[in-house]
T-cell receptor, first 114, second 109 residues
Framework: DVKVTQSSRYLVKRTGEKVFLECVQD?????MFWYRQDPGLGLRLIYF???????EKGDIPEGYSVSREKKERFSLILESASTNQTSMYLC?????????????FGPGTRLTVL | QKEVEQNSGPLSVPEGAIASLNCTYS??????FFWYRQYSGKSPELIMS????GDKEDGRFTAQLNKASQYVSLLIRDSQPSDSATYLC?????????FGTGTSLTVIP
């Protein structure tokens, strides 16, 4: 069974704080993804990574950065948290390739920025 | 921009009925198609994947794919109250996944 874990289920931070969200997967997946999910807007891709130290911007990278130092771990960093970054953050992983590889999600982190 | 469209609903069906969820996508090069179920406050859970034209059945769930029409659907037979959730259609193109905004399903006991 693929297991994707996220460091926190709920997080409350103040405006201007630096926030770290951690994601770990245990199935040796090459690809890892960070999304945010907001009502009415669906899942929006922030960043993804297809290998260690590699990263690609998604649809909404502004205000975020990522780090992937080890294959199993992908971190999302909010450099200076703002209230409009209050959201559900979902990490996912999948095998690489254009084929039939499903994406598996972690439990999510609900972040509130005050 | 690669788009995935779903009816947002809400869709309500009585217990025991068939629920039909639909999805269209814009990228003809898409290779793989997925349905996720998401309960309120939880993360998406994969329930079906389909890669070739036709039907794929798994228990009470049937996924249907028509690449010529760029259309994928999910049928839930004998719907149960526990099926009440939001269903997300996802389309894979290259290494990226594109999601619809989801259809909210309520199964009425």
């Amino acid at each position: 069974d693929v297991k994707v874990t996220q460091s926190s289920r709920y997080l409350v931070k103040r405006t201007g704080e630096k926030v770290f969200l951690e994601c770990v997967q245990d199935m040796d997946h090459e690809n890892m993804f960070w999304y945010r999910q907001d009502p009415g807007l669906g899942l929006r891709l922030i960043y993804f990574s297809y290998d260690v130290k590699m990263k690609e911007k998604g649809d909404i990278p502004e205000g975020y950065s990522v780090s992937r130092e080890k294959k199993e771990r992908f971190s999302l960093i909010l450099e200076s948290a703002s209230t409009n970054q209050t959201s559900m953050y979902l990490c996912a992983s999948s095998l690489v390739g254009a084929g039939y590889n499903e994406q598996f999600f972690g439990p999510g982190t609900r972040l509130t920025v005050l | 921009q690669k788009e995935v469209e779903q009816n947002s609903g809400p869709l309500s069906v009585p217990e025991g009925a068939i629920a039909s969820l639909n999805c269209t996508y814009s990228d003809r090069g898409s290779q793989s198609f997925f349905w996720y179920r998401q309960y309120s406050g939880k993360s998406p859970e994969l329930i079906m994947s389909i890669y070739s034209n036709g039907d794929k059945e798994d228990g009470r769930f049937t996924a249907q794919l028509n690449k010529a029409s760029q259309y994928v659907s999910l049928l839930i037979r004998d719907s149960q109250p526990s099926d009440s959730a939001t269903y997300l259609c996802a389309v894979k193109s290259g290494n990226q996944f594109y999601f619809g905004t989801g259809t909210s399903l309520t199964v009425i006991p």
